[in-house]
């Protein structure tokens, strides 16, 4: 039997929660292998382990995956996440990529210097509700099922609920408008594995770590430090 997956990112959100949520959904169990310094990901670059010399990277099925599309493609698929046939994985990719934009603007969000935070957020709150969340509303509304395409349960759901949650953290009333959204968030994180994982705290402690080159991660480490300095 294959070991369980390993994914190799730092131990923040960035790039690797999507996949950690899909994972957690599947109920499948993973490890974990934080880069905590920047020879952490040398020694990686150094094994040949990184295809582009980025993160994230999950070791799975005896691949070294990288690419979040690619990694959350292949688990998404693998666990039957991924919709019945080609027009709904159509659909599925369309909706992942759309709240994955909307992902990123929040993932750079941290990172934003301080004169340009609050119109950054702004603006995530605006693309929020007015580009991304209505457009998963309509879908709920036309068809009048429960989950974004089939009706059953895919990465489309998991994917969104997990960008409602980072919205909410900024906006705890972002849904307002949005009454089929707000029974879609009830709706997935009432299921048990996803409950667990929510409770396990992951998908919430951790701050928004993604490092994009060696001047960011010192970058970032000056951020951790006045974080973790704040009163
Ligand atoms: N297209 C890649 C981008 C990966 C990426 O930018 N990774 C960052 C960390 S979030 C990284 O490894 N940066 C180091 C570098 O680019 O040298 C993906 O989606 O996985």
């Known amino acids: 039997m294959a070991g369980k997956p390993k994914l190799h990112y730092s131990n923040g959100r960035g790039r690797m929660e999507s996949i950690r949520w899909l994972l957690a959904t599947a109920g499948v169990e993973f490890e974990e292998q934080f880069i905590e310094k920047k020879e952490d990901l040398e020694k990686l670059r150094n094994d040949g382990y990184l295809l582009f010399q980025q993160v994230p990277m999950v070791e799975i099925d005896g691949m070294k995956m990288v690419q979040t599309r690619a990694i959350g493609s292949y688990i998404a698929a693998k666990y039957n996440l991924y919709g ?12 992942v990529e ?5 992902m990123v603007m929040i993932m750079y969000h941290p990172f934003e210097p301080a004169d340009t935070k609050e ?10 509700t007015t ?5 998963y509303e309509k879908a709920l509304k036309d068809h009048g099922q429960d989950y974004l395409v089939g009706n059953k349960l895919s990465w489309a759901d998991i ?4 960008a409602i949650l980072m919205v909410e953290e900024f906006k705890p009333d972002i849904l307002s408008a949005f009454p089929l959204l707000q029974a879609l968030e009830g709706r997935t994180s009432n299921i048990p594995k996803i409950t667990t994982f929510l409770q396990a705290g992951e998908a ?8 994009h080159s060696e ?16 009163p």
């Open 84 to 95: 019945k046939d080609l027009k709904e994985r159509a659909w599925i990719d369309m909706y």
């Open 98 to 102: 759309g709240t994955t934009d909307l």
């Open 119 to 128: 119109k950054n957020l702004a603006l995530i709150i605006e693309r929020a």
């Open 131 to 135: 580009r991304y969340f209505p457009v």
């Open 159 to 162: 994917h969104l609920l997990e």
């Open 204 to 211: 919430t402690e951790r701050w928004e770590g993604c490092c």
């Open 215 to 230: 001047e960011e991660i010192q970058y970032l480490i000056v951020w951790l430090l006045q974080k973790i300095t704040q």
